[in-house]
């Protein structure tokens, strides 16, 4: 038994998680391909690579990778405000009332310090509880004016680019490009990144006939049951927008083809998808001096490019991860590190919110092991 059956073995022990599965790769070789327990809680079908995953904020990468095609086309920049695309946005505001020093920027969009923040991200009890009151809060059960509107309307929690606040940040970037290309978000990864990476099974909405694939959390991990399930099936008679920042449903072979695209350098074979002047800016920390990084999300020891978390070259980290390696994770128990150094990537997919941190970190120190 090595590290993963270990650490697999006890994590469904445990009761974290029903079953997983497990993708490793380095120099293009297979290092571990592993599918353990069942598929659900209720089910005695066992884990198999078929399954469906909500992957959660690990849609987010593949709309930034997105967002860099259009930048390698000439049709958007880095640094612009985001106000020139989606008016509602033209005239932020701090809970003061005054204007932020600068507006908001796709690159701030891209590195979380746009001041679009989650809930659970802002300190403020007011600004706070405008978040938890609006129609956000009902995501992806709104449309996509309801979201522009509703997030444009409530102050930011910061300054731009000057403080690292996870958020409604990819979602926006996702309202961008929609504008850009004049397609819905799922037509433009379609176009972009799913065909050419071979993604067949990735998207926004699950077809009633693949329902019986998506995997499942415990009942007990009831944080899991509140906030996933309402991703990937649209409920007849309600809105619905394609959340870039949380959307996506996907196989570990789907995602297996994007996470080699990022090992590769951005190449998908001799073909780039994106440029590798693009490319090194989303593997260099982005953060100003003085930021904070995420380490509310992988512990310290991380900058964050452009849409991923950047290991550092200095500083402790709870992880055995090496200077440069890129990663993030789902809030429904999803997971990605990258090393392109080394053409390595590891992918674990389970539903798991209550420990997911702690699993994430434990599967890493495994695969560190292989």
Same mark, same amino acid.
Do not use: N
């Given at each position: 038994m090595n590290s993963i059956d270990q650490m697999l073995a006890y994590q469904i022990a445990a009761g974290h998680f029903p079953g997983a599965l497990v993708h490793v790769e380095r120099g293009g070789k297979l290092v571990s391909r592993q599918a353990a327990g069942v598929i659900g809680p209720d089910s005695d079908i066992s884990m198999h690579e078929g399954m469906l995953f909500r992957v959660a904020s690990l849609t987010k990468p593949v709309v930034t990778v997105a967002a860099l095609t259009l930048v390698d086309d000439g049709r958007l920049d880095l640094d612009v405000a985001i106000g020139e695309f989606l008016p509602s946005f033209s005239n932020p505001r701090m809970k003061s009332g005054a204007r932020?020093?600068?507006?908001?920027?796709?690159?701030?969009?891209?590195?979380?310090?746009?001041g679009l923040a989650y809930a659970w991200e802002v300190q403020d009890p007011d600004l706070r509880d405008a978040l938890l009151k609006s129609p956000l809060a009902h995501m992806p059960g709104i449309t996509t004016e309801s979201f522009v509107a509703s997030l444009a309307g409530i102050p930011l929690a910061a300054q731009p680019g000057t403080t690292f606040r996870y958020g409604y940040s990819t979602d926006v970037l996702g309202c961008i490009v929609?504008?850009?290309?004049?397609?819905?978000?799922?037509?433009?990864?379609? &176009?972009?990144? +799913?065909?050419?990476?071979?993604m067949h099974d990735t998207g926004f909405e699950v077809p009633s006939s693949k329902h019986a694939l998506l995997a499942s959390a415990h009942a007990h991990d009831q944080a899991w049951h509140a906030a996933v399930p309402r991703y990937g099936i649209r409920m007849p008679g309600k809105a619905w927008?394609?959340?870039?920042?949380?959307?996506l449903v996907s196989t570990i072979v789907d995602y297996a083809a994007f996470a080699r695209m990022l090992a590769n350098g951005g190449r998908v074979g001799k073909q780039r998808l994106v440029s590798a002047g693009l490319f090194s800016e989303m593997c260099r920390n982005q953060l100003p001096a003085g930021v904070d990084g995420p380490s509310a999300y992988c512990g310290s020891g991380f900058g964050f490019g452009l849409g991923l978390a950047v290991r550092l070259d200095w500083g402790p980290a709870a992880?055995?991860?090496?200077?440069?390696?890129?990663?993030?994770?789902?809030?429904?128990? &999803?997971?990605? +590190?990258?090393?392109?150094?080394?053409?390595?990537?590891?992918?674990m997919f389970s539903c798991n919110l209550t420990t997911r941190m702690m699993v994430r970190m434990e599967f890493r120190r495994a695969a560190a092991r292989l």
């Open positions: 932020p020093e600068r507006a908001p920027t796709v690159r701030d969009l891209m590195r979380h310090t746009s929609e504008k850009v290309v004049g397609v819905p978000l799922r037509d433009l990864l379609r &176009t972009r990144v +799913f065909e050419p990476l071979g927008m394609d959340s870039g920042g949380g959307g992880m055995p991860c090496t200077a440069g390696e890129l990663l993030w994770s789902g809030i429904s128990g &999803t997971a990605m +590190f990258v090393q392109p150094a080394e053409q390595w990537f590891a992918l």
